[in-house]
Each structure stands twice: as structure tokens, then as C-alpha cells.
């Protein structure tokens, strides 16, 4: 069997797998790894070497960034310091310009926060502003839902750009910096200008009210609320400032690259908003502690996918499959930017999860970067987009927007899909724009 039929009955397989026997995407990646492996003619005796190297390797470079985000982002919302941000922004763009605070909002609060978590974090927040200002509530919480899920795609620490970053060796500075271009356009298009679009949509019955439950005495200052979710951020931005004025080998130099690193910089911030979300605000070490230990938790299949994906990528690689797929979309002619784009997006309308969807895009993609001269960055921005392409059915995030904002299926489809269709090709548009400059 030839390489590219390898191929693609791994991605067939692999979509059928999650899709249709709704067999656990960890538990899939491990199935279609071995199988691969086989397939394109590693020995018994090496394939679960290979496998085994695959998950550690993944693991090992992704691990420490994942957990620490899953911890910061846990202490933004059990702290309210989200609640905070939220208020603090309706402050200042009031009710006439409500999307526009609604999309820096979500654009703050998803940064730290994983997408489930800010999903479900920001619905009161949603709810609430609709109910006090009379508004439809699709009008108003598309745009703080579309900046999270362009913080999910395209920033890290997010789970999928993360491992991406790790996987092409990209530099984390230029993917947060780029990204943030290509953000700020698809969340105007994707957000503000689409909800006006669909003003009309209304949910088939009556939302909950959902108040707020802390007192305004039990929550974080604003600037303990806005500077502890952006930490990382900060730090990533002032120490890549700080590596552009100082020579290399110098000590300012050298400290700089140490604390750029993903999992310094993570683990410092998560050291910071232990103290300053946690027990700067009353809470005990051991209690802080155990909400880290609630938030491992929620994400350790996320984890355990995530490090599985890095198997199939070890077996294409150890075979040396991974030349041959190289040279072939290499004589292809494709855009190997826009090749990333259409496997993360077929991908994603196929099997839902845009962590896996992207993952096993840039398994495939990875070969052609050492015979291309496209910047990593912007390739994990590429599938970062694709990985975003128009969630449907299968999608989780489908069902919660559907559920919690109780629309029809219809309206679901031309409300958040089409949000995420447009955060997609917007974003790929972005990339491609990006690429020709630079």
C-alpha cells in the first residue's frame, strides 16, 4: 500500500473511529497509530517504541504549559475575577457600543481560560447584560463567544496552539504577536458586524436569569482581576521586548530567553495568581491547591489526546513516510499554508474536536516544513484557522450554544456555525495577507 493511501485510510479510520463508533479520540489515536505503523512497514519490535516516543516527546514539550493554564484559568473564574473584567469593560463601552465590550471581554477572559470553561464561565455574564439592557441575547453574546474561540484557535496557552507551537518549533512571541493581528480582524467581522446580521434570531423560549453569586466585597480588585488573567502575556511580551535590546549573552540576555520559555513563563504566573487570586483574597494554600488539582482534572483526556496525537506523528516520521508526503505535496504546488488549512477544516467538519482536528493536521504538514521556507508561526496560525471550520453536530460547542441559549437547530446553524465558519476563512485570510509580507 502506498504511502498517500496510508494516509489517508489513518485520517479515514481515525475520523470514523470518534465520529461513528464514538470511540474516546486518546483510546482512536493510539488505534490508528499502531495500524499506521504497521501499515507502513515499522517491525513489531520498534512500532511501540515509536509510539511510546511519540507520546513523550508530545507530552514532554506541552505538558507543563497545559496544566498551568488550566490552573490560572481556574483561579480567574472560582476568584471572579472574570466577573470583574466583564463589569469593569460594560463600564467603559456602555449600552451603545455593548458588543464591542462584549467582544474584549471574551477576547480577556479567553486568553487564560480554557474554551469549555470560558464558555460556560461568560453565560451569566451574557444573560445578565441581555436581561438589564432589553437586547437579543444572540445580539449580544456572539461576539464575547467569538473571541473565545479565536483565543482557542489562535493564542496560546490555549491547548491546540500550544502543542502546535511545540510541534513546528515555532516561537512562541511571534505566534502570540501574529496571531493577535490576525485576531483583531476576524473578531470584528465574526462578532460585531455578523451579530448585527442576525439581530433577528430569538430563542425558542426564555433564557435563565443567572445572577451574579459573589458580593462585590468578595472580589479581586480590577487591576489585581486584569493583570493576573494577562500575566502571561505580559511577561511574554516584556521579555521578548527586553531579548530585542540586550545581546544574547548577556545576563539580562540570558534571563530573558529563561523566563520566555512556555513552561517558565507558565509556571511563574501560575506561582503570582496563587498568591494574588488565591491567598491574597483568603483562601489557604491547601485550598488553592485543590482547586489546582479540580482543574487538572477537567482536562486530563484533553491531555491524554493531546500527547496521543504525537504517536501517529512519530510512526509517519519513523518510517520515513514522512519525506515521501513532503515530496509529494512539495511537486503538488499547494500553498503548504493553505494545505494546513483544508486538513485541519476537513478534519474538523468531520470529527468536531478542533484540538484533534489541528493535532493531526500538523502530523501530516510537519514533513513539508523542512523542505519550505513558510514561517512556523504562521503555519500554526494556518491550522490553527482550519481547526475552527464550521462547527456542526458533532461539535460539543455546537450543543452547549444550542442548549444554553435555547435556539432551534436552524437558527444554531446560522448563528454559531456560521460564526465559526467566518472565524476560519477570515483567519486563514489573515495568514495568507501576513505571509505576503513578511
Given at each position: 500500500m502506498s504511502f498517500l493511501a496510508v494516509l489517508l485510510a489513518t485520517i479515514l479510520l481515525l475520523v470514523l473511529l470518534i465520529s461513528v463508533c464514538k470511540i474516546n479520540p486518546f483510546i482512536s489515536f493510539l488505534i490508528v497509530a499502531f495500524i499506521a505503523g504497521r501499515l507502513l512497514g515499522i517491525p513489531f519490535q520498534q512500532l511501540a517504541s515509536s509510539v511510546q516516543k511519540g507520546i513523550g516527546d508530545m507530552a514532554g514539550s506541552t505538558l507543563i504549559v497545559l496544566c498551568s493554564g488550566a490552573m490560572i484559568g481556574k483561579l480567574v473564574a472560582v476568584s471572579g475575577a472574570a466577573e470583574v473584567i466583564a463589569s469593569r469593560m460594560m463600564r467603559i463601552f456602555g449600552e451603545r457600543y455593548i458588543q464591542w465590550g462584549m467582544l474584549f471581554t471574551g477576547f480577556i477572559i479567553g486568553i487564560p481560560i480554557f474554551y469549555n470553561v470560558g464558555f460556560v464561565l461568560v453565560v451569566p455574564i451574557i444573560f445578565t447584560l441581555a436581561h438589564q439592557y432589553k437586547l437579543p441575547i444572540v445580539f449580544v453574546g456572539l461576539p464575547m463567544l467569538a473571541s473565545l474561540s479565536v483565543a482557542h484557535g489562535f493564542l496560546p496557552p490555549h491547548?491546540?496552539?500550544?502543542?502546535?507551537?511545540?510541534?513546528?518549533?515555532?516561537?512562541?512571541?511571534?505566534?502570540?504577536?501574529?496571531?493577535?493581528?490576525?485576531?483583531?480582524?476576524?473578531?470584528?467581522?465574526?462578532?460585531?458586524?455578523?451579530?448585527?446580521?442576525?439581530?433577528?434570531?430569538?430563542?425558542?423560549?426564555?433564557?435563565?436569569?443567572?445572577?451574579?453569586?459573589?458580593?462585590?466585597?468578595?472580589?479581586?480588585?480590577?487591576?489585581?482581576?486584569?493583570?493576573?488573567?494577562?500575566?502571561?502575556?505580559?511577561?511574554?511580551?516584556?521579555?521578548?521586548?527586553?531579548?530585542?535590546?540586550?545581546?544574547?549573552?548577556?545576563?539580562?540576555?540570558?534571563?530573558?530567553?529563561?523566563?520566555?520559555?512556555?513552561?517558565?513563563?507558565?509556571?511563574?504566573?501560575?506561582?503570582?495568581?496563587?498568591?494574588?487570586?488565591?491567598?491574597?483574597?483568603?483562601?489557604?494554600?491547601?485550598q488553592v491547591m485543590g482547586l489546582f488539582e479540580e482543574a487538572i482534572k477537567e482536562i486530563a483526556v484533553l491531555i491524554l489526546i493531546i500527547a496521543c496525537s504525537g504517536a501517529l506523528k512519530q510512526v509517519i516520521t519513523d518510517s520515513g513516510a514522512g519525506n515521501q508526503i513532503a515530496e509529494f505535496f512539495k511537486q503538488s504546488q499547494v500553498n503548504p499554508l493553505l494545505l494546513g488549512w483544508i486538513i485541519a477544516a476537513t478534519l474538523r467538519v468531520c470529527i468536531g474536536s478542533a484540538t484533534a482536528a489541528g493535532l493531526t493536521a500538523a502530523g501530516i504538514i510537519l514533513p513539508l516544513m523542512s523542505h519550505s521556507a513558510i514561517n512556523p508561526s504562521l503555519m500554526v496560525l494556518s491550522i490553527g484557522s482550519g481547526s475552527l471550520m464550521f462547527s456542526h453536530v458533532n461539535d460539543p460547542g455546537f450543543w452547549m450554544f444550542k442548549e444554553y441559549f435555547n435556539l432551534s437547530l436552524k437558527d444554531t446553524f446560522r448563528s454559531w456555525s456560521l460564526m465559526e465558519t467566518i472565524v476560519s476563512v477570515v483567519g486563514l485570510a489573515g495568514v495568507m495577507l501576513l505571509n505576503a509580507f513578511l
Open positions: 491547548p491546540s496552539p500550544s502543542a502546535l507551537v511545540s510541534i513546528f518549533h515555532a516561537d512562541l512571541g511571534k505566534t502570540l504577536l501574529w496571531g493577535l493581528i490576525v485576531a483583531f480582524p476576524t473578531l470584528v467581522l465574526a462578532g460585531p458586524v455578523f451579530s448585527s446580521m442576525i439581530k433577528n434570531i430569538q430563542p425558542v423560549g426564555e433564557p435563565p436569569l443567572i445572577t451574579h453569586l459573589k458580593k462585590p466585597d468578595q472580589l479581586p480588585s480590577v487591576f489585581n482581576s486584569f493583570f493576573s488573567a494577562l500575566l502571561p502575556v505580559f511577561l511574554l511580551i516584556f521579555t521578548s521586548f527586553i531579548k530585542y535590546l540586550v545581546p544574547d549573552q548577556s545576563l539580562a540576555g540570558q534571563a530573558a530567553s529563561f523566563i520566555s520559555e512556555p513552561s517558565v513563563l507558565m509556571i511563574l504566573s501560575v506561582l503570582f495568581c496563587s498568591l494574588s487570586l488565591g491567598v491574597f483574597l483568603g483562601k489557604t494554600m491547601k
